[in-house]
C-alpha cells in the first residue's frame, strides 16, 4: 500500500447529527431489501451504485469502503480511516492533545468519534465492541450489505464486561 492509499484520520464534513438522521432514514426495511436484491441482480447497477456509496461516503466520512460499516456506533467518523486501523478504540499513542501518533498535527479518529458521539448524545455508542473486520467484503457496498441483514451482529450490544466469557485454563 503506497502512502497515498495508507488511511488518514478524517474528520467527517457533516454533522453527527445528521449523520445519525440519515442513518435512520437509511435503516433496513422491506423496501430497501426489495431495492438492495434489484440492484445487486444487476452487476453494472451494482457497480454504479457502490461507486455512488465510495464517493459520497468518502467525501463525508472518510469512508474507507470496508464493505462493513461502523458508522451508526462511532459518532458517524470512520474508524478504518485509522491509520492503524482500529475499530474499538485510540491506540495507546494518542497524544496529549488528542493528535495521531503516527500522523501527528491530525487529530486521533477516535478522539473525533468521541467528541461527536459526545455532542449528539450518543457516546454510550462507543462502548459497543466492534468484530473484526471481514477484508473479503472490501469494496463492496455496506449499504446493500446493511440493507440485506448481512452485517447483522456487526458489534455487541454492550461492552461485553457485565458478563465476560470464563477464561479457561489448561
Known amino acids: 500500500m503506497s502512502a497515498s492509499e495508507q488511511p488518514h484520520p478524517t474528520r467527517p464534513s457533516i454533522a453527527a447529527s445528521t449523520g445519525y438522521r440519515l442513518g435512520r432514514v437509511l435503516a433496513p426495511n422491506r423496501a430497501y431489501r426489495w431495492l438492495a436484491g434489484r440492484i445487486e ?69 477516535w478522539v473525533i468519534a468521541y467528541e461527536r458521539a459526545e455532542r449528539a448524545g450518543h457516546s454510550a455508542d462507543l462502548t459497543l465492541l466492534q468484530r473484526p473486520v471481514d477484508h473479503r467484503l472490501a469494496g463492496s457496498s455496506s449499504w446493500l450489505n446493511y440493507w440485506q441483514g448481512r452485517d447483522e451482529g456487526l458489534w455487541t450490544s454492550d461492552d461485553g464486561l457485565a458478563h465476560p466469557a470464563p477464561v479457561h485454563r489448561p
Not at 63 to 83: D, F
Open 41 to 109: 441482480a444487476r452487476p453494472r447497477l451494482r457497480r454504479w451504485f457502490t461507486a455512488a456509496e465510495r464517493h459520497s461516503k468518502q467525501r463525508l466520512f472518510g469512508c474507507r469502503m470496508c464493505g462493513q460499516c461502523a458508522l451508526p456506533a462511532t459518532g458517524y467518523a470512520c474508524p478504518m480511516s485509522c491509520p492503524k486501523q482500529l475499530r474499538n478504540g485510540p491506540c495507546g499513542g494518542v497524544s496529549a492533545n488528542g493528535d495521531c501518533e503516527v500522523y501527528p498535527g491530525r487529530r486521533c479518529v
